[in-house]
């Protein structure tokens, strides 16, 4: 087995593990590989292990993997949109991948909804919530998620699935686990309000234990699986 194919099986005994601890079924959570800075060659190895969903956080980088293996005739891939999105860059989003974890705005809502193809199945988003991370502009207040949400559900070329939340970095269990259980209070609100609403997109390699146990169904790994990350060669980008 190589280092991805042994690492996707380590990450998968994490999941399965953190689930059972709580009493949840480990089919309840599924995985996305971040596999942004990574070359096609490691996503290629990633696939032949199984993983079939891929998130990426930079426009260009990401559309052009979606093409590769595309024209490598490789389908049933899932392409998830994770990082912060411009509205000069949202064609490419709404015309290439599957998912956007990154709805913070209406201007971006309705720029997606209106350049997603007609012929392509409405892009499933999901609003990014700023849970706790005061330093970061991504995502908006829990208080204006309801607001956002009711535009959304209205929009003909979007699918609202659910919250999306990238907590500030903390290393105490109890801590991750408290802010993630905000999050799951706040999914279970949406989830009342519409239907259709199936995903808490919540837990990174460092916190994955804490979101499964507050309710996570979709942890975004990337470390774990492909190793630490180098963004010298993204300079200029
Ligand atoms: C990079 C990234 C991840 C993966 O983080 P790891 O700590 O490497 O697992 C998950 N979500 C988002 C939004 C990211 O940008």
Known sequence: ?????????????????????CGRAPEEVSLLAV????????IAQAIAAGQREFGENYVQEGTDKIA????????????????PLQSNKSRLVAENFDWCHTIDR????????????????????????????ETSKSGIALAEV??????????PGLR?????????????YDKQ??????????????????SGIDTLSLGMTDDMEAAIAAGST?????TAIFGARDYSARQGQ
């Not at 209406?106 to 991370?133: F, T, W, Y």
């Not at 408290?178 to 949406?190: K, T």
């Open 1 to 21: 087995m190589n280092d991805i194919a042994h690492n996707l099986a380590q990450v998968q005994q994490r999941i399965s593990a953190a689930a059972e601890r």
């Open 35 to 42: 596999s942004k800075t990574k070359p096609a060659s490691d």
């Open 68 to 83: 590769l293996f595309r024209e490598q005739g490789i389908t049933g891939l899932t392409w998830h949109f994770i990082g």
């Open 106 to 133: 209406q201007k971006i809502a309705m720029r997606l909804s209106e350049q997603r193809p007609g012929e392509l199945a409405p892009l499933n988003v999901l609003i990014q919530v700023n849970i706790s991370d």
């Open 146 to 155: 309801d607001a956002l949400a009711d535009l959304v559900s209205s929009l």
């Open 160 to 172: 609202l699935r659910g919250l999306m939340a990238i907590p500030a970095p903390e290393q105490d």
């Open 177 to 194: 686990f408290a802010v993630c259980q905000q999050m799951a209070v706040a999914f279970s609100a949406l989830q009342r309000r519409y």
């Open 218 to 222: 979709m942890v975004r790994i990337g």
